[in-house]
């Protein structure tokens, strides 16, 4: 059943961001009066669809992306096949003005990117907001990368990797990127600023090689609420379910997830008793000594509590939760291109999306699933921007470079343009191959460290 859930997931997931993606190219074309003779789902050999009026709405053989056919366009015939050839002037979409044929190709992204603003922005407005705490650090790891750093439980950090004033947010998430790399933190403490040097420790998760601090700041007393139990883990032998609300661990109570699992990792090497509030009834569980990797348990937490708020907040909540996920995006691909990360850290294909949307949709259900898409429609909005070749960035580069050759009474001939077109559709093709052999890798490398499980489940 989860493979099942996982597999209509990542359908639902993939293919709605194509839909939307070229529903924007469509609904511009129509609105424009320019026809429309293929909307595709898909590449290649047409596969199953329907006609109607001049438009064919198909699913073809290859489902790694899809196109929208405009009339009197060639531009992608190798790749799209020839169009009609009784096509009326007024309708041909090669002799509109130039800057209609940019706002047909600019709409695609555009529909990625207003969906990736209104998922978030509905749920902030349905659910509210996560609650995050001010950078004041309650806990500290014994051993681990803050202690060796100096910081101490009372700091409040005040820069991190030149960020002035960070959230906690961006802290971890930049962390999380550099593992084992140094990064400046300075820290307040009695009312002065105290200059440190961090190295977040390394940790493996699922084959990815991430960065913690060790270090927690002060949450509050807040719920702690089982929200995922690993099939055969420690946790499941204990018992533990999801939903329940942890109470105290050794007779000592719970007072946010952080302190429990800190309390945990520290007492790796002996049996816990848990009291936990189940149905309204105590039930007292002990754990077994085994545990999973780094001491671990297989148990997760539920989300964070969220926080009510307006229109206006949920925009800009909305807005910055795009932005933090860009500017991550540019920083791992910045490191990578450095040298600094691997390219097969960073980069994942439709194999490493179908698992982490099948992850996604079994342990957070709908709210998971719409999550990936938001994250998958920002992706390939931006990504359909920069200039190569068979993507609409480059489609609108050549448009521009056209304008400014028309200016100097110079033109690409339709000649140049397919060879052009050609070597981006030979460069997006060793790409693929490039990150399928990636997942293949990634996955394989998995599976020998399956016992690595971690013990928070949130999406990344």
Do not use: C
């Not at 002037?89 to 130039?98: G, I, K, N, T």
């Not at 940790?203 to 055969?232: F, K, R």
């Not at 946010?256 to 509030?277: G, I, M």
């Not at 009510?308 to 691909?333: D, H, M, S």
């Amino acid at each position: 059943m989860t493979y099942l859930i996982g597999g209509l997931a990542f359908i639902f997931i993939l293919g709605a961001a194509v839909v939307i993606h070229e529903f924007g190219h469509f609904i511009v074309a129509k609105l424009l009066r320019i026809r429309v003779e293929t909307f595709s789902v898909g590449f290649g050999p047409r596969l199953f669809g329907k006609k109607w009026g001049h438009t064919d709405y198909r699913v073809s053989a290859i489902p790694l992306g899809g196109y929208v056919k405009l009339g009197g366009d060639e531009s992608n015939a190798a790749i799209e096949g020839d169009g009609a050839s009784d096509i009326p002037p007024e309708e041909q979409f090669s002799l509109r003005p130039r800057y209609q044929r940019i706002m047909v190709a600019v709409a695609g992204p555009v529909m990625n990117i207003l969906t990736a603003m209104m998922i978030p922005f509905i749920g902030a407005m349905t659910s509210g907001v996560p609650v995050m705490p001010a950078p004041i650090i309650s806990h500290i790891t014994p051993g681990g990368a803050a202690e060796v750093a100096g910081i101490k439980p009372g700091d409040r950090i005040v820069a991190f990797d030149g960020a002035e004033n960070p959230t906690w947010e961006r802290i971890s998430n930049d962390a999380m990127l550099a593992p084992g790399n140094e990064l400046s933190v300075i820290v307040e403490r009695n009312g002065q600023r105290i200059p440190l040097k961090i190295k977040p420790s390394k940790v493996t998760n699922e084959g990815h090689e991430l960065g913690q601090l060790d270090m927690e700041p002060d949450y509050g007393a807040l719920p702690v609420i089982v929200g995922s139990v690993v099939e055969n883990s420690p946790a499941a032998e204990t018992g533990l379910r999801t939903g329940d609300r942890i109470v105290s661990v050794n007779g000592e109570v719970a007072r946010n997830k952080a302190e429990l699992t800190e309390y945990v990792t520290s007492h790796r090497d002996q049996s816990l008793r848990f009291v936990v509030e189940r149905n309204g009834q105590m039930v007292e569980l002990t754990t077994p000594e085994r545990r999973l990797a780094e001491g671990k348990l297989g148990f997760g937490f539920n989300r964070e509590p969220q926080e009510a708020v307006g229109p206006v907040a949920a925009l800009g909540y909305a807005f910055n939760a795009n932005i933090e996920i860009l500017r991550l995006t540019g920083k791992a691909l910045g490191q990578a291109f450095t040298g600094r990360r691997s390219l097969r850290e960073t980069l994942s294909g439709p194999i490493g999306i179908a698992t982490e949307s099948s992850k996604a949709a079994n342990e957070y259900g709908w709210e998971g699933v719409f999550f990936m898409l938001s994250f998958m429609s920002l992706n390939l909005g931006i990504f359909n921007l920069l200039p190569i070749p068979v993507l609409d960035g480059g489609a609108i580069f050549i448009l521009l470079l056209e304008g400014a050759l028309g200016m100097a009474g110079l033109a690409l001939s339709m000649t140049v343009r397919e060879r052009i077109q050609q070597v981006g559709f030979v460069v997006l093709l060793l790409l693929m191959v490039f990150v399928i052999t990636n997942d293949l890798l990634r996955v394989t490398s998995g599976l020998r460290h399956s016992d690595d499980q971690p013990t928070q489940t949130q999406p990344r």
